[in-house]
């Protein structure tokens, strides 16, 4: 039972940063029809990013709330703006082209961000900072929990849960939704598409970048390559949970997450990433749309 | 009701899919406070020339003017902003969206939606505000053309341009339809209406253009093209 529970918080914290990943792979998806697959290395640029402005603007230590908030919005900030400059380079031009063509430039585009990461910050692996969160840690009857991971917790629910109220409840959000749907019939509303666009690789760029600095933060060992790594599995939560469908990326983040903890706990970490896609092909199986996707047909 | 002043006007327009020259050369206009009607066979090229003017497609030569200004190059979704509406061809409705959804979304460009104009489509058209909190995706086809004109007029257009709305309806609904379309119009909207229906079109209408692969083969008052015998052969399926 104590694994089952330690296992249990440990999948949910990985669960959680797939699931922040899974999001920006979805909303692209969903909207343009373009698996980004230079997302997850958006997301490593992220961690060597946040790891330059903590140890550049706060290398004399005394680590406070606002040094930590800062780097995260800071960070945040600056992988929108290279989300945005990857839509307008890579996939703009590449609109109206064969989906191919687009997906050929969006691994292009990954392996350049990939390769820049590597000559600015070297090949060899970089350490994170142990301290932009308290080393805190409660055992509750041999459960461990980390005070990183409770933030993990804490602030992907509160994005999460802000991202499913901006899209469902708002008119900026029903306006995504629909560019989702008939960009045509979007445009006739009087719906500027390539706002909608750009703002969606604004959002997803930037939780992307939270799940980054996370991945630093929680794993401290970051590689220029890493990118692929939790690209990949985020990219199959998003398909687990039916691509392009939101509440689909978050629950199939925390599905996977939970999925690779117990298998690591109960059999070995050595086996998470086959039986990931095991649980990818059963899922695919069953349900050839993902767990949410398709709900509803649509009348033609 | 009808008064002087041009709405729109389309000049020597030329529109081409690649190599292919879907629309060679017409010209068009329509005054405010008109109906005016395109009719013409499958493929003469309605769709294009509709599409061409609220901005979805580029025209290679000619130019188009709306509200005195020029919009033969403006985006589609600026030219909404300047009074234009556009419900296109197969309706279109969003379908993972509610009817209440899609008709906010008709009101994008509106600072904030306009309590009286929902409230007026939800008066012409009874069957939405039943069906207010329902996935447009499940209404009927007829409700979905319903939907379709609804959230066309939520932004409040000076015009407003139909593609086909009686499209695959049974007589009884197409006849609601036309109602409301007529409604519309007696609230001031002008009105350019493609339709296949053409008696009803020729009915409803000030004006009609006949367009034939391409070009403008036609045009005159509603009554003269109803009267003309090679309107009535063509479009009205009368005998000789
Ligand atoms: N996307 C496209 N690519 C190539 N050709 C097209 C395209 N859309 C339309 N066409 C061609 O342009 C011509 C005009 O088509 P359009 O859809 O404007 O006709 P229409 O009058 O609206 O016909 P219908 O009554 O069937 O709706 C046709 O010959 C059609 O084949
Ligand atoms: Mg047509």
């Known amino acids: ?300 | 009701m009808v008064d002087h002043e041009i709405l729109l006007e389309v000049k020597k327009l030329h529109v081409g899919y690649g190599a292919i020259k879907a629309i060679k050369g017409i010209d068009l206009f329509v005054k405010k406070g008109e109906v005016v009607t395109i009719l013409g066979a499958n493929g003469a090229g309605k769709t294009t020339t509709l599409r061409t003017i609220s901005g979805l497609l580029k025209s290679t030569e000619g130019s188009i003017l709306f509200d005195k200004g020029e919009i033969t190059n403006t985006a589609a979704h600026d030219i909404v902003s300047l009074g234009m509406s556009h419900s296109p061809e197969g309706r279109k409705v969003f379908g993972t969206l509610s009817v209440e959804e899609n008709l906010l979304m008709g009101a994008y460009t509106l600072k904030s939606h306009d309590a009286e104009t929902l409230a007026w489509i939800y008066k012409i058209l009874p069957r939405l505000k039943e069906r207010e909190k329902q996935l447009a995706g499940t209404l009927s086809g007829g409700e979905q053309q319903m939907l379709a004109i609804g959230r066309a007029i939520m932004s409040k257009p000076k015009l407003l341009i139909l593609d086909e709305p009686s499209l695959g309806l049974a007589p009884v609904l197409v006849k609601g339809i036309f109602k409301a379309i007529k409604e519309i119009s007696e609230n001031g909207v002008t009105v350019l209406i493609v339709e296949q229906n053409a008696k009803a079109a020729l009915k409803l209408a000030d004006r009609g253009y006949v367009l034939e692969l391409g070009k403008i083969t036609h045009e005159g008052s509603s009554e003269e093209l109803l009267n003309s015998k090679v309107i009535q052969e063509a479009y009205l399926g009368k005998k000789k």
Request: glycine share 12%; aromatic share 12%; hydrophobic share 60%.
């Open chain 1, 1 to 300: 039972m104590d694994i089952f529970l330690q296992q249990l918080v440990n999948g949910l914290t990985i669960g959680s940063l797939y699931a922040l990943v899974a999001l920006g792979y979805t909303m692209v998806y969903g909207v343009m029809k373009l698996i980004n697959f230079a997302h997850g290395d958006l997301v490593a640029l992220s961690a060597f990013a946040g790891l330059t402005v903590y140890t550049n603007i706060f290398a004399d230590g005394g680590t406070s709330i606002i040094a930590v908030i800062t780097v995260f919005m800071f960070t945040a900030a600056i992988i929108a703006v290279v989300g945005v400059l990857l839509e307008r380079l890579a996939y703009r031009p590449l609109r109206t082209a064969p989906r191919l063509s687009a997906v050929v430039s969006a691994l292009g585009a990954g392996l350049v961000i990939q390769n820049a990461i590597m000559l600015i910050w070297g090949p060899n692996m970089k350490i994170f900072p142990s301290d932009l969160f308290p080393s805190t840690i409660w055992d509750i009857n041999g459960v461990v929990v980390t005070f990183t991971q409770l933030m993990i917790l804490g602030i992907s629910s509160v994005l999460m849960i802000a991202l499913y109220l901006f899209i469902n409840k708002t008119k900026m959000g029903t306006a995504i939704r629909a560019v989702a749907i008939d960009q045509d019939a979007a445009k006739l509303m009087g719906i500027n598409v390539n706002k909608i666009i750009m703002i969606i690789f604004v959002i997803g760029s930037a939780l992307g970048a939270v799940a980054g600095l996370f991945i630093g933060i929680y794993y401290r060992g970051i590689t220029f390559d890493m990118g692929w790594m939790y690209g990949l599995s985020a990219f199959v939560a998003a398909i687990i949970g039916g691509i392009g469908n939101i509440p689909g990326a978050m629950f199939g983040g925390l599905m996977l997450g939970l999925f690779n903890a117990l298998i690591s706990g109960y059999i070995s970490s050595a086996w998470a990433e086959t039986f990931t896609f095991i649980l990818l092909i059963i899922v695919l199986i069953f349900r050839p749309t993902g767990i949410l996707g398709e709900k509803v047909a649509e009348k033609v």
